[in-house]
């Protein structure tokens, strides 16, 4: 396995881990990426069963986010990564479709930025050549690319349904006050990744961070704070979220592969693109 092979006094840990999850010339060994889907594997990776907060649960309404009911929601906490939080898909297939359809025909759209500079109404582009060139959109506080930072002039109002989503899902594991204020909406095509970076841009790193993925599935890699640290992979399935809090607010993480799932799939308008893609909505607050 892989991590045998690697230890912490490696100071190149990080990398070597994820270069070995994205070659491509020889399929990387999956045995030992962690599979939340598959409970016989919990006791050997330090897994346990987390329940939600105490008076928080099902006299909340979710169903008009296409959430399932609170009660039936399974949260995960390893031992490892202290703060971290694996909700398995608490969505419903209607739910999963609503939120694609969201980020292809409402938060992809101005006043809010995406990746590609020509003129294009990606609303009501039939052209999947273009619409695979689409890699992100900012809401609320837009980040700057360049400075890593946000600016107060640089800002729009925040999704009201993304806004209620999230703030569920913080209160659900112990985060009362969160308040949204700034998401990416990463677009990832099957040959995509994402190197190993922290994300601190954020006034606040005491709030977590809010990471809910749709479509393909992904290789999720979470490390330490410094690269020296032998990374956790993980399959990340179709409406998984992760939380990222308290000591690993601040860990370096990466996805250095997409893989296709072929029990994935969705009706409507989207439905093709979406067999080749994975949504990652990430939301964080930013002041404190």
Not at 142 to 154: G, L, R
Not at 165 to 174: E, P, W
Not at 176 to 192: C, K
Request: hydrophobic fraction near 35%; charge should be negative; proline fraction near 5%.
């Amino acid at each position: 396995m892989l991590q045998e092979g690697i230890t912490n006094c490696d100071s190149d840990a990080f990398r070597r881990v994820f270069k070995y999850y994205k070659k491509k010339c020889q399929a990387p060994d999956l045995a030992g990426v962690i599979n939340f889907q598959d409970e016989s594997t919990f006791g050997q990776n330090g897994i346990r069963v987390y329940s939600p907060c105490s008076g928080y649960g099902s006299s909340v309404t979710v169903d008009d986010l296409g959430l399932k009911p609170l009660d039936d929601w399974n949260i995960f906490i390893v031992n490892k990564h202290p703060g971290l939080f694996f909700i398995s898909n608490p969505f419903t297939k209607s739910g999963i479709e609503y939120w694609i359809q969201q980020s292809f025909e409402n938060y992809c759209l101005p006043p809010n930025p995406i990746n590609i500079q020509e003129n294009v109404d990606i609303r009501n582009c039939s052209d999947d050549t273009i619409l695979q060139k689409l890699r992100w959109a900012t809401l609320g506080y837009h980040h700057n690319w360049d400075t890593k930072e946000y600016d107060e002039n640089y800002r729009d109002k925040f999704p009201c349904d993304l806004s209620r989503l999230s703030t569920i899902i913080a209160k659900c594991v112990g985060f009362q006050t969160f308040t949204a204020e700034a998401a990416i909406v990463n677009y990832y095509s099957l040959d995509s990744s994402i190197g190993g970076h922290t994300d601190h841009s954020e006034k606040n790193h005491d709030a977590p961070l809010i990471s809910v993925s749709f479509g393909q599935t992904a290789i999720f890699l979470l490390g330490g704070i410094e690269k020296n640290v032998v990374p956790t992979p993980m399959f990340i399935h179709s409406g998984d979220i992760v939380i990222m809090s308290g000591p690993t607010r601040l860990c370096y993480h990466a996805v250095p592969k997409i893989i296709p799932n072929a029990e994935f799939a969705v009706d409507g308008r989207w439905s093709t693109i979406m067999s080749k893609m994975r949504l990652n909505l990430n939301v964080r607050q930013v002041n404190l």
